[in-house]
């Protein structure tokens, strides 16, 4: 009888155990998540339908093939007009890019600029779709363009009608 109770003790006290470590799962996830390709000094293009290819250079860059996702560290990228002049230009401390949407998630020291526009951003964090050229920043975003500059929170703009909303504007100057 005592051997009987102890042994289902036992059984209830190793059964109410568990492990909940989530720095165990974490270090777990990182070593079964591996890029395909993980490239440093990198040069990539992003070839787009009908559109200009983007060219890319990262001092990191990892790409998992089947999910069409880029990873890259220290980013610049530029995509020229037709006639081989720079466009567009940009550059990110990180960048994560769904290369079959063609969606940029950049962040860290984020500058987009449109040479042909006489338009610069500035911000921390913006979502480029670079398919449908428009831009997202939930984040302080700062605006230069021929005729003023403008600095605010929550963008949203189109570069192709060269337009542009912020929700909320901290300050700005604009020649009329």
Known sequence: MKKSFLILSLIVLLSSCSLDDQDY???????????????????YTLAQENEEPIRLESRTLSYWIDNDRIEAEGISFIQNDGEGNTAVRGRADKAVID????????????????????LSISTQYLIFDTHNSTLNSEDEVSISFDGGSITG????????????????????????
């Open 25 to 43: 799962t974490a270090q777990r996830a990182g070593q079964i998540e591996r890029a395909d390709i993980v490239l440093t000094n990198a040069v």
């Open 99 to 118: 290369s079959s949407s063609k969606v940029m998630n950049l962040e860290g020291n984020v500058v987009l600029e449109s040479l042909k526009d006489d």
């Open 153 to 176: 929170y929550n963008l949203s703009g189109d570069l192709v009608r060269l337009r542009f909303d912020i929700q909320s504007i901290t300050s700005g100057e604009v020649e009329i």
